[in-house]
C-alpha cells in the first residue's frame, strides 16, 4: 500500500503540526549560531561591539523605548516617536500612491486614448532608479516631510499602476458588452464592472510594494530626518551600536512582514474568488 511522504518528494504531504516546525527551523538554526557566536566573541572581549550578544541587545532596546535625558531630567520616548513618523510616512505615501495608480491604471486600460497618451510616458518613468530623485526633491520640493513622502509615493505609484493596468486588460470583455447593451453609460462600465473586480488586485499590488515604500522611508530618514526608524538606524551606526541596530532592523521587519500578512489576509477574508483563482 503507497503511503503518502510527510516531508520528502513531489508528492509529499506535511501535517501541519510538520509545516510548522520546519517553518520555525531556520529562525532557530539562525538564532543558535548567532547566540553561539556573540557568547564566544564575548569571552574574548566583552566590550566587543560586532557581535552583541542577545542580553545587550535587549538592554539597548529597553534604552531605545525610554531613556532619561540628563539634561532636562525628563523621560524620552524615542522608539514610540520614531514608530509615529515612519508609520505615518510609509502610510500617506502608500495611500496616494494606490489611489493615483487605481484610477491611472483602469482608465488607461479601459479608454484607448488615455493609454496611447499616459502609458509610454508611465512605463518610461516607471524605469527611474527612484533613489536618484532624492536630491531633486530635496532642491524642489525640500527636506521636511513633503520630501520623504514624496519619495515613497514615486516608488510605488508606477508598479501600481501597472499591476492594476495588467489586471483590467484580463476583466472579460463580454461584461462590459453586457452593460453597455442594457443602457448603461461608459462610467457605469469604468466603477460597477471593473472597479469591484479591482479591489483585491489594488491591495495585493500594495502588499507586494510594501517593501519599496519601507526601503524609500529609510533612506530618504537616513539622509535627512530628525525622527524615524531610518534616522535611529543611522544615528547608531556612527557609534558601531549594533545592539541597537540589529533590534530595530528585526523590528522594521517584523512591522513591514505584519503589514503584508493583514493585507493577504484581508483579502483571503474579503475575496475568496480572488484568492482561489491565483491558485
Not at 56 to 61: L, N
Not at 242 to 252: A, C, E, N, R
Request: charged share 15%; hydrophobic share 50%.
Amino acid at each position: 500500500m503507497y503511503r503518502v511522504p510527510r516531508f520528502w518528494g513531489i508528492h509529499a504531504e506535511p501535517t501541519r503540526r510538520i509545516r510548522w516546525f520546519l517553518g520555525a527551523l531556520p529562525f532557530i538554526i539562525i538564532v543558535s549560531i548567532y547566540s553561539y557566536a556573540s557568547y564566544q566573541r564575548f569571552l574574548e572581549n566583552p566590550r566587543d561591539k560586532l557581535m552583541p550578544t542577545p542580553v545587550k541587545m535587549v538592554e539597548a532596546a529597553k534604552n531605545l523605548v525610554h531613556s532619561l535625558n540628563l539634561r532636562t531630567d525628563e523621560w524620552e520616548y524615542p522608539f514610540l516617536t520614531d514608530n509615529a513618523h515612519t508609520l505615518t510616512r510609509v502610510t500617506v505615501g502608500v495611500i496616494c500612491a494606490a489611489s493615483v495608480g487605481l484610477l491611472l491604471g483602469m482608465n488607461m486600460a479601459i479608454f484607448a486614448g488615455m493609454e496611447a497618451v499616459l502609458y509610454p510616458i508611465t512605463a518610461f518613468l516607471s524605469a527611474i532608479p527612484t533613489f536618484t530623485l532624492l536630491p531633486i526633491l530635496f532642491v524642489y520640493v525640500g527636506v521636511d516631510e513633503a520630501a520623504k513622502v514624496s519619495l515613497i509615493f514615486l516608488a510605488t505609484v508606477f508598479p501600481i499602476t501597472r499591476t492594476v493596468y495588467l489586471a483590467t486588460k484580463k476583466v472579460p470583455q463580454q461584461s462590459k458588452v453586457k452593460i453597455l447593451t442594457l443602457g448603461g453609460s461608459q462610467l457605469e462600465v469604468v466603477y460597477t464592472v471593473f472597479l469591484p473586480q479591482l479591489k483585491p488586485v489594488l491591495l495585493h499590488a500594495i502588499s507586494v510594494t510594501l517593501g519599496v515604500a519601507w526601503w524609500s522611508v529609510i533612506a530618504a530618514e537616513a539622509i535627512n530626518a530628525r525622527a524615524g526608524l531610518g534616522y535611529r538606524i543611522f544615528l547608531l551606526q556612527r557609534y558601531t551600536a549594533m545592539d541597537g541596530i540589529i533590534p530595530l532592523v528585526l523590528w522594521i521587519t517584523l512591522v513591514a512582514y505584519s503589514k503584508d500578512l493583514a493585507l493577504r489576509s484581508y483579502v483571503t477574508w474579503w475575496y475568496p474568488w480572488y484568492t482561489y483563482s491565483k491558485t
